[in-house]
């Protein structure tokens, strides 16, 4: 089992026994895992390379450390406690044994289809217990799943498919969230007409929705899973071998298919559960987000999981039937731990207290945040109208990048500041460093936030393309892991997020390029050019605000045009990029150069045009004057 904090001195002496032996530390840690064989070497790393191996030469499964390493002690106890989108479905768990049964199952039936080790294998799915099956699958026999998440359109589930070349894809007829139901197989059909890689694609029959099923390509799951065996060896890995490609947005165009692999993932999503949330055996661990999401991975699959812990899967929505539902879900289940987004908390904030009427939310003992920062006045709510001033809040910061929580308040251990991620956790050494990648030791400081040695979670590359890896995140300082945020250490030495400091914006939790954006939007047949900045946004921390210049009107007018754009977003990305302003001007702030100049349209976006800074270099100044009249929010001038 892995090993746990249980007060501040530990934790003090845990950090800087990680400081003083990295590589020590996370021996030990990994020492709590069952190997085939054990590692060699434990670190091999440069940041130039970059090229980063953990555990190296060791040979493992992961799901042998979910399964064969604890079943006869839990294989009774819940390992999945699923609740479904409608109050009326009967809720479904799964102990450690089933789950085990169903995943050799599924694990059989990918093999059956011709899937080996080291193929790539999308997962198109609503949140139902057969996604998390389907990941453990894949591991299972070495296969390598790309999860895309079931909000994304056929354009950007065919970018990602293509990417990396899968082999097979997993979905269902369509998905239930809220009153809506998405049609996932239709939208998969239409990315698949431009996949050529897709062999078979297996539909699981979630809605009962009427589908085209393609005769040689198609099957369905309960079909394919029917007759394999129960049992499936597990293949044997190597600590670098890959687990998951997850794909998230950068600052250029193209989305980016960050890499984990096995080993050091396993055990840096294992460690940071069982610490960041101080999981108790028999506790019941309830996370909101969607498995399509790292945060799903981690802590609603793997970190759970390899603790033995029973994990929650919601497949709906917080506002329906009403916004009491994460409530209702918390007492039926006595949930200990709840861990969600501050997108989430701001839109029940703005519900209004009525829907806590009547829930008692006693057995809630852990609260945690993730995706974004947390404002006060949320935090607040959090901690007193859900928390009853008695559970401690983990603001934990983390991305898709590092596999697991990287700073954050131990629960109960670390003393918690509101809107601030605290401290960072054993083997993390996070430093902030200046424009010129300068570090900015002491406290009361505030940059651009790095880590500087390497921890087992850290992705190794990106699907296919090294070079960008090494570009994005370890060319612009020196020796350093940039993470693309800003941060300040403030005079306890607590870190507090600030936000991206690149061209990716956070709209409630997710992240999306601005570029991504654009080029979406000047697909268009009526767009020239286009620029997208974030505005802040109550509910969801940031909004879209695009910026377009058309050639001409078309007959719907402005609004017409502003409307289509949007449309054309949600077709091309998904209904998350969706712009929320659009305002139609002449045209963008360039410099002489050509450069558009984003600060000043960032200024007007945050309604506050007062101190553009130097416009000396601008092309034409009349241009950020139209702007700023045409505004979709108020300006100040
Ligand atoms: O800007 C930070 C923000 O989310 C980014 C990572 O996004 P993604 O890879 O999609 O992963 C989200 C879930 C781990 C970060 O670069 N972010 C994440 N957590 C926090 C946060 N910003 C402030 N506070 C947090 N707790």
């Known amino acids: 089992m892995v090993n746990r904090i249980h007060s501040l001195g530990g934790y003090i002496h845990e950090y800087q026994k990680s400081v003083a032996n990295p590589e020590a530390f996370w021996a030990q840690q990994a020492e709590n895992f069952y190997w085939k064989k054990r590692w ?7 940041f130039q390379g970059p090229e980063i191996k953990w555990f190296l030469n060791g040979k493992l499964n992961l799901t042998e450390n979910i399964f064969e390493k604890n079943l006869y002690t839990h294989g009774d106890q819940e390992a999945i406690i699923w609740e479904p989108n409608d109050t009326n479905e009967e809720t479904r768990t799964l102990t450690y044994a089933e789950l085990y049964a169903e ?22 799915m609503p949140m139902v217990p057969e996604l998390a099956i389907s990941l453990l699958a894949c591991a299972r ?10 909000g994304f359109s056929a354009n950007a589930l065919a970018e990602r498919i293509n990417d990396s070349s899968c082999k097979v894809l997993l979905t269902a007829d369509g998905g239930f969230r809220g009153e809506k139901i998405t049609p996932l197989k239709e939208i998969a059909d239409e990315a698949l007409e431009s996949c050529a890689s897709i062999e078979t694609v297996v539909v699981l029959k979630r809605t009962g929705s009427d589908v085209n099923m393609h005769v040689g390509r198609d099957i369905w799951w309960h079909k394919a899973v029917d007759g394999q065996s129960g049992d499936c060896p597990a293949t044997e890995m190597d600590s670098e071998d890959e687990l998951f490609i997850l794909y998230t947005s950068g600052s250029t165009g193209k989305p980016k298919g960050i890499v984990h692999t096995t080993g050091g993932y396993m055990v840096y999503s294992a460690y940071t559960f069982k610490n960041v949330f101080q999981y108790s055996a028999g506790d019941v661990y309830f996370c909101t987000a969607d498995i399509g999401w790292i945060t799903g991975h981690s802590y609603i699959v793997y970190g759970p999981l390899l603790n033995g812990a029973k994990t929650l899967m919601f497949e709906g929505i917080p506002t329906w039937p009403d916004a009491g539902r994460f409530w209702d879900i918390v007492d039926k289940y006595q949930v200990n731990q709840f861990y969600t987004a501050p997108t989430a908390i701001r839109s029940l904030l703005a519900k209004g207290n009525d829907y806590l009427d009547g829930k008692h939310l006693a057995s809630l003992k852990v609260l945690g945040t993730v995706g974004e920062p947390i404002n006060e006045e949320a935090w607040h709510w959090y901690h007193d109208h859900v928390g009853k001033n008695k559970c401690p809040i983990v603001d934990t910061w983390w991305q898709t990048e590092t596999g697991g929580v990287m700073i954050s308040p131990i629960a109960g251990v670390t003393p918690t500041k509101p809107s601030f991620a605290t401290m960072p956790l054993p083997g993390i050494q996070p430093i902030i460093v200046d424009g010129e990648g300068k570090e900015l030791t002491g406290n009361s400081v505030e940059g651009n936030l790095c880590i500087k040695y390497p921890w087992p979670g850290i992705a190794r590359t990106l ?9 994005t995140y370890f060319s612009t300082f020196d020796n350093f892991y940039f993470t693309g945020d800003g941060a300040k250490r403030d005079e306890d030495g607590y870190y507090r997020i600030l936000g991206r400091v690149d061209d990716v914006i956070n709209v409630s939790g997710h992240r999306l390029g601005t570029a991504e954006i654009e080029n979406a939007i000047n697909e268009h047949p009526l767009v020239n050019e286009s620029a997208v900045v974030a505005y802040p946004h109550d509910i969801k921390g940031q909004g879209i605000y ?29 209904p998350i990029a969706r712009p929320d302003l659009v305002q139609l001007v002449p045209g963008l702030p360039k410099t002489r150069s050509g450069k558009i100049m984003r600060r000043i349209l960032r200024k007007v976006a945050e309604g506050d045009a007062t101190n553009l ?3 000396t270099t601008l092309l034409d100044e009349d241009v950020v004057e139209k702007i700023i009249q045409g505004a979709q929010v108020e300006v100040k001038v």
């Open 103 to 124: 995943v050799n199952k599924f694990a059989n039936t990918l093999k059956r289809l011709g899937v080996e080790k080291g193929d790539r294998v999308a997962i198109y």
């Open 463 to 471: 699907w296919g393309d090294h070079e960008r890896f090494k570009e």
């Open 546 to 574: 695009a910026f377009v210049v058309c050639g001409e009107l078309s007959t719907g007018g402005e609004e017409g045009i502003r409307k289509s754009i949007k449309q054309g977003v949600t077709k091309i990305i998904g």
């Open 613 to 615: 800074g130097d416009t």
């Open 40 to 46: 060699d070497k434990t670190l091999e790393w440069n």
């Open 141 to 150: 026999i070495g296969a390598v799943h790309s999860v895309i998440f079931a």
